[in-house]
Structures are given as C-alpha cells and as structure tokens.
C-alpha cells in the first residue's frame, strides 16, 4: 500500500471541539460535587497558574492525581469510551467535521495532537480516521499515579512529538489546524494553516 502524501495537524480541544473537555471529563467520571470540592483545594495552583506564576503541566498533574491517582488504567479507558460517545457529538463543531469529511476524500492523513490524555479522544477518533498523538499519564501495576508520562503535549512539546512520530519529508503537504498560542509551534511545520477555523 502507498502510503499517503499529504497530512493534516489537528488541535483538539477548542479546534474540533467547542472547548476544553479534560474538566468535563472529570465531572463525568467523579461527578460535579466532587469536581468542584477539587476544585476549591486547588484553587490557589489555579490562581497561580491565571498570573502566569505556575506552569500548565504542573497544574494538569495537580488535578490528575486529585482526581484520577490510583485509578486502574482499564476503568479510564473504560470511561474514556462512554465519555466519547455520550459527551463529544454534543462539543464537536459541525463545520469541523465537514472539513474532517473532505479531507478523507482527499485521501490525507489526519493526527490530532492534544495536551489532553487520549482515553477519552481515541474512541471518538479512530471513527474518522485519525491517530493520536497525546499526553500520556504514568501507568504503574495497572494504575494511574497521578503524575505525567513524558512532558505535558503541549507548545513546543506538540513539535517534538510530531517530529519523534512522523517523517515530515514524506508528505508533499501539511495543513494544521489550531485555536491557541500553543498550538503555533505544530502550525510552524505546516504550510498551510488555519486557526480558529470552524467558528
């Protein structure tokens, strides 16, 4: 089989979808009074993180291990394939599938590259065609520890990944699609790209 010539970046959260879904996530999974209970006790990471005085992937490891430390693997991606398909279809942007649809029938290969952990975005993916490139959570015996796998995927990281994973030089064309600062460096590789397209 020849292998495709062309590829398609995409960002997840904000770009396919009409926002963040890790904490929507996490009220599906424990609830909304146990979310916001969470939330008070990690409040002063998260005003701290607003002024820019603590880094993103301290903080998501901050709320991994408040919600989901001990949990077996198996249950999140349990989770994870309920979440997509009770929860997604209504954050999906319609305009996002569309192009998703036209870019198929153009044969491309599609990758989403998402900070957010790839439970809950693989079910959901694998049904139009993409692969996954994403945060990781550390695994031990089966369960989540509450801390990273790796860097969070995110800025810089999400051109690293995509450079660790794909051979750029093989495509004649990449097009990115993204919605944030940190979604720039994965756009730098394309030579098309679009940003907050489907809104």
């Given amino acids: 089989m020849v292998e495709k010539s062309r590829l398609a970046l995409f960002d997840f959260d904000g770009t396919i979808t009409t ?9 599906y999974v424990r609830g909304k009074f146990t979310f916001w209970k969470g939330a008070i006790l ?25 919600y989901f430390k ?6 999140l991606e349990k989770y994870g394939k309920s979440f997509a398909k009770d929860i997604l279809p209504g954050m999906i942007r319609s305009k996002a599938i569309e192009e998703i649809n036209e870019l198929n029938s153009l044969e491309y290969q599609l990758f989403i590259v998402t900070a957010s952990h790839r439970s809950w975005i693989l079910p959901w993916a694998e049904k139009f065609g993409f692969k996954v490139i994403s945060t990781e959570w550390e695994v031990s015996n089966g369960r989540i520890t509450g801390k990273l796998e790796g860097m969070n995927c995110y800025g810089e990281e999400k051109k690293s990944r995509i450079y660790n994973d794909l051979d750029l030089n093989s495509f004649e064309h990449i097009v990115g699609y993204g919605d944030t600062d940190g979604d720039i460096p994965m756009l730098s590789l394309c030579k098309k790209t679009k940003f907050k397209p489907f809104r």
């Fill in 42 to 66: 990690l409040s002063p990471y998260i005003v701290l993180y607003a002024i820019g005085a603590y880094p993103n992937w301290k903080l998501k490891q901050k709320f991994i291990r408040k």
């Fill in 19 to 27: 926002g963040d879904t890790f904490i929507p996530f996490i009220k």
């Fill in 70 to 75: 001990g949990m077996e693997l198996a249950e």
